[in-house]
């Protein structure tokens, strides 16, 4: 396989995950994998991917080891079941347009990973997208989604086809090509490199200490938010717990101060001091 769709699933999002795998199913580049790394919905995940075994070469479904495990913890086993040499990381509630994989494998650099971003809709659209809507593109035309009850924004031109435009778009918007967890394609070699996602991130927010390591590996972004495009089907999101916030805040910036680029609690487990870190404290 040329490369390994890595698409993860939560407890709030797995109803979306069947309308995720329609927009691979569409897909003009077919030489991939799917790797869904589920957060323990267990046997509906399971019933939704029986449904498309058929519309793709390989499909594994992953679950947690134990109760509780995190989100990191399922995309190192991830990254580990991985076929090939590339990998692309995404949510369930993100639909990908027909060209989002082309994308990805045609625009792949070494020592660089590819950054693209979401097209957020609103919940009354996100609920009516049909499956027919998803096989035959139009939840990707603007036309489409004015009617549908999409506001005017600058940012519709998100959805432009018109690939120069597209990348003039790119070069145009500030900000750095940083990593995040629902549109991002890296080398598995340079994820091995820094083993993984640290497991301790129990509250999201894995992405933000990988990219501070990768950046500290001389590892950087490309931005493709104009050409990668997929969209962002809106779903009510659980709280974390204070505490696994305070956590993924201090490890973040030390991740950032110390200039680390391996962690010991990444996919190859090390003896290590563990880290107690009281609410609110991020020194």
């Given amino acids: 396989m040329e490369l ?13 995950l069947g309308k995720a795998l329609i927009g691979y199913a569409a897909q003009s580049f077919r030489d991939f994998e799917i790797i869904i790394a589920d957060d323990g919905y267990g046997p509906e995940t399971q019933k939704i991917i029986s449904g498309f075994q058929k519309e793709f070469k390989s499909v594994t479904h992953l679950g947690p080891d134990e109760q ?53 809709l609103p919940p ?5 997208i049909e499956d027919t809507h998803i096989r035959n593109q139009h939840c990707f035309d603007l036309g489409w989604l004015k009617q549908s009850g999409l506001r005017f924004s600058l940012k519709n031109q998100q959805l432009s086809k018109n690939r120069i435009k597209s990348n003039i778009l790119n070069a145009l918007t500030p900000g750095k090509a940083t990593w995040n967890h629902h549109n991002v394609s890296c080398w598995k070699k340079d994820l091995l490199e820094v083993n993984g996602f640290d497991e301790r991130m129990k509250a999201g927010g894995e992405e933000e200490e990988l990219y501070a390591r990768l950046l500290n590996n001389d590892i950087h972004g490309i931005k493709v938010h104009f050409n990668a495009i997929c969209l962002h089907l809106n779903h009510p999101k659980a709280l974390p717990h204070p505490k696994d916030v305070a956590m993924r805040a201090y490890l973040r910036k030390a991740a950032k101060r110390s200039n680390a680029i391996w962690t010991q609690y990444g996919i190859h487990k090390e003896r290590a001091i563990p880290i107690n870190v009281q609410d609110g404290d991020y020194s």
């Fill in 4 to 16: 390994s769709v890595i698409i993860s699933t939560q407890r709030d999002a797995a109803s979306f």
């Fill in 68 to 120: 509780g495990a995190s989100k990191s913890e399922i995309l190192n086993r991830a990254i580990q079941a991985s076929g090939s040499d590339y990998i692309v990381f995404t949510d369930a509630n993100c639909i990908p347009r027909r060209d989002f994989l082309q994308v990805h494998n045609e625009r792949r650099e070494e020592t660089f990973f590819l950054t693209g971003s979401q097209f957020k």
């Fill in 124 to 128: 009354m659209i996100s609920q009516s």
